[in-house]
């Protein structure tokens, strides 16, 4: 017998409808640490240590301007440490500050010539600003400086599928988890591109894995559960994007889809 897929709505409406609280992607030990941090550096105001640890909890608690302002201070005091302007730049990239990010990757590099992590940050830079060959060009320099450096071949995986390089694309992910078998972003962007070349069973795989080493991939559930659809799977379809929207009630294209679903039937 034919049932309606069972959907429901008022559930996806709720999940949309959640209060977003502060700290939403941290827990309470993290900020306990914050808040023992802060104590510290009252005591010891010239102590770039400190300055640079509570920056990373700052970072951790998504508190990006206040985590820039601790980076900052702790470059005051220690002007020559290539990890402080690595630390700088990426917080201006998650701040849309991109020039002030390409700045500060490029005085880590210049401080720390083979430093593959400023690399593949300044290369990100170049991919978002659309410099994809300026951004291969970094990529290349980061596994020059460490072939065992993961995300520097999944990065440039994702620049050979912009290009729609897909077999190439395909090498790097693969690389990626040869040198790191937990390298969950490396998994997750391979299916994508296997998705593209309509290799759908192979992607779900992959995804799979992804998911098998990050329970709260969203973006994996979400793919898996659109590429399940794609298979006309739809029950499985419907509780990986379910998963997704559980993990973000914001993930709009998860709650749009499941509403699609309501049209589809299985046996």
């Not at 909890?57 to 002007?79: C, H, I, Q, T, W």
């Amino acid at each position: 017998m034919k049932k309606l897929l069972s959907i429901s709505l008022l559930f996806i409406l709720c999940l949309a409808s959640m209060p977003s609280f502060g700290y939403e992607h941290s827990d309470f030990e993290t900020i306990k640490q914050l808040r023992k941090c802060n104590k510290k550096i009252d005591r010891n105001p010239e102590n770039a240590r400190l300055y640079i640890q509570r920056g990373y909890l700052n970072f951790m608690v998504g508190n990006y301007e206040d985590a820039l302002s601790d980076y900052e201070n702790a470059k005051r005091l220690e002007p020559e440490n290539p990890d402080i302007y690595y630390s700088i730049g990426r917080m201006e990239y998650i701040l849309k500050n991109y020039d002030s990010s390409l700045e500060n990757y490029t005085k880590a590099i210049h401080i720390k010539p083979k430093d593959a992590k400023s690399y593949v940050g300044r290369g990100l830079v170049k991919e978002t600003c659309g410099n994809l060959d300026g951004a291969i060009e970094d990529y290349n320099k980061a596994i020059k400086a460490d072939k065992k450096y993961a995300q520097a071949y999944v990065n440039r995986g994702v620049v050979k599928d912009k290009q729609q390089k897909y077999e190439e694309a395909l090498a790097d992910y693969t690389k990626a988890i040869k040198v790191d078998k937990y390298a969950s972003d490396a998994y997750y962007n391979r299916g994508l591109t296997l998705c593209k070349l309509k290799r759908y069973e192979e992607a779900i795989s992959d995804y799979t894995a992804a998911i098998d080493l990050d329970g709260f991939y969203e973006l994996a559930y979400l793919h898996r559960g659109l590429t399940y659809f794609s298979l006309k799977q739809y029950e499985k379809s419907r509780l990986d994007l379910i998963k997704a929207l559980d993990i973000n009630p914001k993930n709009d294209t998860a709650r749009e889809k499941l509403i699609e679903l309501q049209d589809y039937v299985v046996e």
